[in-house]
């Protein structure tokens, strides 16, 4: 048995040593590890994660998965001691903006060739790609993506408004809510009162009113576009939104109102494609809710992007460059890609995945065909508040204005428009 | 095996010094230990405010950019008016609160040791669990609003946590709950040690009780009293676990106080440098507040030394 374990081994070394022979030298024979860490510990990110370890593991690996639980901050937090202890993992959770800012205080792997021999560039859309190549090169890798701005409609609160059709602009979605207010649903806007919370409001109006305007107001930090009419609109719909709330959530997580939601009691929900992970962990039926894109005044889908990923952290270790190869290949595979998201409830980052198949649902397949439309028709933006389209620092001085504006009423939308172009130039 | 101790004629013809090297030992060895991580971490902080480290700390000097840029932040200044509100109106009426109690307890009644205890007993509770059962208690739709709504009076209003204007509020009556106690018991020793020889003279004198508290009793206090607020300000001061619990700085950002603000910056934002600055700056805040006070002993020190 030791000859052919040998053998295999061998096998795989030169296999990969023609594959990437920057890594070959070092690499040997040596059994690959992986020592990673991450936020995800319980729930189904927790599942997840741990059946991606046993894959890890199936293909002759050792996982040494170290979960931080709380929130990103605090898993950032054990990642900057580890850097700055000279002793980084692997591989962590990074994403968005954060991936070029932290790849500036510690070497990183360069992916280019395992990319370039999974074809992964050619199905992940452009705007995600650039994010996981600061520079020109692959230094992380995105594993699955979910939209922050999809509308969830509960069934017996559109029963009660005497609605069977999905609102498709923000006139539709403002006119329901009336209908379903007059039909005695007590708050047509289900909500937590968390900051991302308000900042998905807000991001979720201005992205529908004018996905040119989000890409350039908030994307690109225009001047200009931050003090354009679009923001003034999305303020104005904000506080309509507001205004349809239950003011008594305070700081409640969105996940506290779920069951007045299928209720009735409460009749819209704007949130990211994991509430529906979240309803059905909650044990709520899928027939009791709708899933849609949010509402896009020019009537084609836009896609709200946060995709979580995987950075790579240079080491000298032979083993943890084998684990690191291995990792790279299993969070590009389709068929991994498709067991990661069928357990959270997000999409894959691959746009060539089947989803019509068994262990999809109907949210997932909407979900993932919003996000090919809003590609098509280049309306795929990254999400303010979670952190896709800017650093943290620069997200909480937008969001600052935003959880102010919502919660205060007597802030003006054109007032609350000039703050927040205040605040980005004060954050710069 | 004999060894070097036995071997002496007798213990007491030990030095002085080697037989108190444990009590040194004990003493001075965490006391030095503490104070230079105390001392070298401030300096760091203080260092780190002057540099432009944002991820980690990086060297460089931009000055007092990061001051500037902390004070010009409506966060900060959210937060300092918030500090100042919330630190008089805290340490007054815990003060006030616990004198009252104080007093009570002191008239000789049967069970003050239970009642003692319970008021002393929030101090035992940590912040993060006051903060968290007075979030509901307070929660309009989940606490005292809607009890006394089920009990049938519908007008009642109640929802201050909600309320940007008066959440500030909200923290003062949970910190005061949590608080209050501890006043009391400074208190309570300060009334016992009053002379009781002083009392009878003024009750032999006619004085009532009131009057008794208001001339005798309560001016005897005034050091106790003293070190109640300075303790309690710089609680205030460095509030951070009751507010994150309770209003996490809202309705919006409403209800920021600096200690937020210092963690905000540092491990939400990722700005080390600036972060670094909103501590310094609480540091000074306090100082403000401790040096006048190490003043006051010193000077209350020498006046006793004199005397």
């Known amino acids: 048995m030791p000859i052919t374990t040998t053998r295999r081994r061998l096998l795989a070394g030169s296999a990969a040593a023609l594959a990437f022979p920057h890594l070959a030298r070092a690499q040997g024979a040596a059994k690959p590890r992986l020592t990673a860490i991450s936020q995800w510990s319980a729930g189904s990110d927790g599942a997840a994660i741990t059946a991606l370890g046993k894959k890890f593991e199936e293909k002759g690996g050792v996982w040494q998965h170290s979960p931080v639980p709380g929130f990103t901050t605090e898993m950032m937090n054990k990642l900057r001691a580890q850097i700055m202890a000279g002793d980084p993992p692997a591989c962590s959770q990074l994403k968005g903006p954060e991936i070029a800012a932290w790849s500036k205080i510690a070497p990183t792997v360069n992916l280019d060739a395992l990319v370039a021999a999974a074809g992964y560039e050619k199905v992940v859309a452009p705007d995600l790609a650039k994010l996981h190549k600061p520079g020109g090169k692959w230094i992380a890798l995105p594993l699955q993506i979910y939209s922050t701005n999809m509308l969830f409609l509960s069934k017996r609160a559109m029963d009660k408004a005497k609605a069977d059709k999905v609102p498709v602009t923000w006139a539709d979605f403002n006119d329901l809510a009336e209908r379903m207010k007059t039909g005695g649903v007590a708050f047509p806007i289900a909500n937590g009162g968390t900051r991302p919370d308000d900042g998905q409001k807000f991001e979720a109006a201005l992205a529908g009113i004018s996905p040119l305007a989000y890409r350039a107001a908030i994307m690109n930090l225009e001047k200009k576009a931050l003090e354009g009419p679009e923001i003034k609109a999305a303020f104005v719909q904000v506080r309509k939104i507001a205004d349809w709330m239950d003011p008594n959530v305070g700081a409640q997580h969105f996940s506290t109102n779920l069951k007045r939601f299928i209720d009735g009691d409460m009749g819209m929900m704007i949130m990211g494609g994991w509430a529906q992970g979240v309803l059905r962990n909650a044990g709520f039926k899928l027939e009791d809710f709708m899933i849609a894109p949010g509402p896009s005044d020019n009537g084609k889908p836009v896609f709200l992007l946060n995709a979580d990923a995987f950075i790579f952290w240079q080491r000298k270790e032979p083993d943890l460059q084998a684990g690191q190869t291995l990792m790279a290949q299993l969070v590009m595979d389709p068929a991994i890609q498709t067991m990661y998201s069928q357990i959270t409830g997000s999409i894959p980052v691959r746009t060539d995945v089947d989803l019509s198949g068994e262990g999809w649902s109907e949210g997932q397949r909407t979900t993932a065909k919003a996000l090919k439309d809003a590609i098509a028709s280049n309306q795929a933006v990254l999400s303010m508040a979670h952190n896709m389209a800017q650093e943290n620092g620069m997200t909480a001085a937008m969001i600052d204005v935003i959880t102010e504006y919502v919660k205060n009423k007597t802030i003006k939308p054109e007032q609350a428009a000039m703050r927040l172009a205040e605040a980005v130039e004060g954050a710069r | ?307």
Do not use: C
Not at chain 2, 54 to 79: C, D
Not at chain 2, 204 to 210: H, L, N, T
């Open chain 2, 1 to 307: 095996m004999s060894n070097a101790a036995t071997m002496r004629p007798g213990r007491p013809a030990l030095p002085e010094w080697v037989r108190r090297l444990p009590e040194y030992l004990m003493i001075w060895v965490p006391l030095l230990l503490s104070a230079a991580h105390l001392v070298s971490f401030s300096l760091w902080t203080i260092w780190i405010s002057f540099t432009p480290s944002t991820l980690v700390p990086v060297t460089g000097w931009v000055g007092l950019r990061n001051y500037s840029a902390v004070a010009a932040s409506r966060n900060w200044q959210i937060a300092f008016d918030n500090l100042l509100l919330f630190g008089s109106a805290f340490v007054l009426l815990s003060a006030v609160t616990g004198l009252i109690l104080a007093i009570l307890l002191d008239q000789r009644i049967r069970g003050e040791n239970v009642l003692r205890s319970i008021f002393l007993y929030p101090l035992a509770v940590s912040f993060v669990v006051t903060g968290t059962v007075w979030s509901w208690l307070l929660n309009p739709g989940l606490g005292i609003q809607k009890l006394v709504h089920d009990l049938g009076w519908t007008t009642f209003k109640f929802d201050w946590l909600i309320d940007r204007d008066m959440a500030i509020w909200t923290i003062v009556i949970a910190a005061i709950w949590q608080s209050s106690g501890f006043a009391m018991a400074l208190f309570l020793a300060g009334l016992r040690s009053v002379d009781s020889d002083i009392i009878k003279a003024a009750q032999i004198d006619g004085a009532g009780p009131v009057r008794t508290y208001r001339r005798i009793i309560l001016p005897s206090l005034w050091p106790i009293t003293i070190t109640v607020v300075v303790i309690q300000l710089q609680f205030a001061i460095s509030t951070f676990d009751l507010v994150r619990a309770l209003t996490n700085g809202g309705p919006g950002i409403a209800t920021q106080l600096p200690a937020l603000v210092v963690y905000d910056l540092m491990f939400q934002r990722s700005l080390l440098g600036r972060g670094a600055a909103a501590a310094v700056l609480m540091l000074l805040i306090l100082l403000a507040v401790l040096l006048p006070y190490a003043a006051w002993r010193y000077i209350q020190r020498r006046r006793a030394a004199h005397a």
